[in-house]
């Protein structure tokens, strides 16, 4: 039996009826990609269940790698997020009416996670199929971000666990769900390959990606 590769998305959230990030995840579910199956998990997007929803799962699923997606209505590229950052100022509400501000996701934890799959190689792979993607430096400070840094939080107890986060624009134009797909798949393909960062430093660039 292949080990688990856990890939989340959220429920829609401000008003959008369709929430991209899930609809990848699930038209993903149960397809093998280098070595792992994928088991595809819905979040809420709120910041009381999500992160425990996806932690619970972490532990009864024990999967070699997590990658979280989410919305980033206002892009017009694939974000690869390269770290997450320890608070939640929430801009809107939640989907129960809770907004925090200038709060830790972890009380006492780092200002910082980084992202633990090879995110420069995941930039190389999306672009080679023409798809836009960047590199991004902030996964925001709302429940996604709040979900990506638990997520590397929890994993420092658990060594071997890859963790990462991909925004997706939305469904509209060349951003097709078939086209997301292909891209998320391309990305979980390299999921193998060494972090990039570490040695690499937090810089460069890679096929003219930032």
Not at 17 to 30: F, K, R
Not at 70 to 94: C, F, H, K, M, Y
Not at 175 to 186: C, D, I
Request: proline residues 9%; aromatic residues 6%.
């Amino acid at each position: 039996m292949n080990p688990v590769l856990l890939l989340t998305g959220f429920e829609p959230f401000d008003g959008h009826a369709v929430n991209p990030s899930w609809e990848v995840a699930q038209a993903l579910h149960g397809q093998v990609v280098a070595g792992l199956t994928v088991q595809s998990l819905r979040l809420p997007c709120t910041f009381s269940g999500s992160a425990s929803r996806l932690l619970q799962a972490i532990n009864r699923q024990q999967p070699r790698v997590v990658l979280s997606l989410g919305l980033a209505p206002s892009r017009t590229q694939l974000s690869i997020e390269r770290l997450a950052v320890n608070i939640n100022d929430a801009r809107i509400p939640d989907n129960q009416g809770v907004q925090p501000r200038d709060e830790p996701v972890v009380p006492g934890g780092p200002a910082a996670h980084f992202s633990t799959l090879p995110v420069k190689a995941q930039c190389a792979a999306v672009a080679a199929l023409g798809v836009p993607v960047v590199l991004s430096y902030t996964a925001g400070t709302y429940v996604c971000n709040h979900v990506f840094y638990s997520a590397l939080h929890h994993a420092q107890a658990r060594p071997g666990l890859k963790v990462g986060f991909i925004h997706l624009p939305p469904l509209q134009g060349e951003f097709s769900l078939e086209r997301q797909k292909e891209a998320v798949l391309a990305a979980l393909s390299v999921w193998a390959e060494a972090p990039g960062h570490g040695a690499e430093g937090p810089g460069g660039t890679i096929d003219g990606v930032a």
